[in-house]
């Protein structure tokens, strides 16, 4: 059966519900609710059987692509395997059924749960202090630049200006510019990382930090990190780090030990919350010796056998999150963390980067890689020469592989890349899914040199075949009308 939507499905007469019947008398609902906001008619909602909506639901559920269902290279995304015992563990009633206005003698096994995330956190990155509360990490990252600007306000002067690397993520200047800053880019050589030079012919007495991504957009770790911590410590300016690389890092190194101020990790892709739909997320953010002061209010903190929020810190940027941050998450992180432990860790570190690599060498010689330098968990290829020679575009190898099963990579990022195709295949895929996309980039490959047409015209197996994004951006229209 085609699908339909369930106002097509419709039909008068037709109910899946059984309601009690109502125990007010209808003369008495305009006392209890005002007429202005009774409804002058019934609403228009679908009419239709139990089964039917069940059969509807489960229908769109098969077609909707998903981690549980397929392999989601999404590079920079980390879209790895959520484990279920997360979801058990965050299902457990006591952290499920209680809320954030309970006193904090009933909530005791919460408030452990998130003092000791934070303590792994913290020993994970070689940080001193953490934050649970943002909700995302470019929330994270907005919390990050907010300490920077307070610590410099504290000092007298809060700057003017953040670098930011040609290679990096969006939300970067973003943030950068939301917290009054403005934004300066900084160029990347030909491996992919800082160009130091660039660097420092930008670095003076206006720069008040930098925000860097390790390894890179790119998946290449900045083997020059600890020249550039002392050259921005030097003109008194802050290294951030953005945590979405994260997975690549884990027991292997730490940004502590890189002379990093404040990071930023995304637990919903590091450590397998789960990840897209819209959220939740969680961003917290880990900070040295000298911003501890600025975290975000209240802080969980351990006092004897007790752990108690405390709000008494008054160079604090206050709250950045109602109550204290998407606990649901932090609880399934935890779980995660404790599941493996310091040696599990690593190993996820060491299998994301050897899956990266292996992919790599079964398609590297089919596309382009404009930067030198070797990546780590994730890599960045170029589709140039295909819509040079064949005019076909990265987006319709991307809309191909839809027929061949799997899901696209990220496409046209970075900027710096042109054509782009960022993979990123995780720790938790085997080699035989590898295999099976690579050969299907191969044969998708070979379609543009023999029958490109098939190619441009892709998806052909799907429900809904090639939109026509530029109409549909311009012509929104969500709604329903019969």
């Known amino acids: 059966m085609a699908s339909k939507l369930i106002f097509e499905l419709s039909r008068p007469g037709r109910k899946g519900y059984s309601l009690p019947k109502i125990d007010v008398p209808e003369k008495h609902i305009e006392d209890l609710i005002p007429l202005k906001f009774l409804r002058s008619s019934p609403p228009s909602l679908p009419e239709i059987s139990e089964n039917e909506v069940v059969r509807h639901y489960i229908r769109l559920s098969t077609l909707n692509y998903h981690v549980d269902k397929g392999f989601y290279p999404l590079g920079s995304c980390t879209m790895k395997y ?17 809320h954030p206005h309970m006193d904090d003698e009933l909530v005791q096994g919460a408030l452990q749960i998130m003092y000791e995330l934070g303590e792994m956190l913290k020993e994970i990155t070689g940080m001193k202090g953490v934050s649970l509360q943002p909700a995302a990490g470019a929330h994270g990252e907005l919390t990050g630049i907010l300490m920077i600007r307070a610590y410099h306000e504290k000092l007298g002067n809060p700057r003017k200006k953040i670098l930011v690397p040609d290679s990096a993520h969006g939300t970067n200047p973003a943030s950068v510019t939301i917290s009054g800053y403005t934004a300066v880019s900084v160029k990347s050589n030909e491996y992919g990382t800082i160009d130091i030079d660039d660097l420092k012919s930008k670095l003076d007495e206006d720069v008040a930090g930098i925000m860097i991504t ?32 994260l997975n690549a890092l884990v027991g292997i190194t730490k940004p502590g030990d890189m002379g990093f101020d404040v990071v930023h990790l995304n637990l919903h892709k590091t450590f397998s919350t789960p990840h897209g739909g819209g959220g939740p997320g969680s961003g917290p953010v880990v900070v040295s010796e000298k911003l501890i002061p600025f975290l975000p209010i209240p802080r969980v903190e351990k006092k004897e056998d007790k752990f108690i929020l405390n709000y008494d810190y008054p160079d604090s940027i206050g709250k950045i999150h109602t109550f204290f941050g998407n606990f649901g998450m932090m609880v399934r992180a935890y779980t995660y963390i404790r599941m493996l432990g310091s040696k599990g860790l690593k190993e996820v570190s060491e299998s994301a980067i050897i899956n990266a690599n292996y992919l790599l060498s079964r398609i590297k010689d089919y596309f382009d890689r404009p930067y030198l330098g070797k990546p780590l968990h994730e890599f960045v290829v170029s589709g140039s020469r295909y819509k040079l020679e064949y005019n076909v575009r990265t987006l319709d190898i991307a809309k191909r592989l839809l027929d061949y099963g799997f899901h696209a990579p990220t496409i046209y990022f970075p900027l710096i890349v042109s054509e782009a195709l960022m993979i990123e295949p995780t720790e938790t895929e085997t080699k035989e899914t590898l295999d099976a996309f690579a050969d299907a980039l191969i044969k998708i490959v070979e379609e543009i040199k023999t029958n490109p047409d098939i190619v441009r015209s892709a998806p052909h197996t799907t429900p809904v075949k090639r939109l026509d994004d530029a109409y549909a951006s311009k012509n929104i229209n969500v709604c329903f009308k019969e």
Do not use: C, W
């Open 214 to 245: 390790n390894p890179n957009t790119l998946g290449i770790f900045e083997k020059d990190i600890l020249q550039i911590e002392k050259l921005i410590h030097e003109v008194g300016a802050l290294m951030y780090m953005d945590g979405a690389n």
């Open 82 to 98: 959520n484990p279920k015992v997360n979801e058990v563990t965050a299902s457990f009633p006591g952290f499920r059924d209680i």
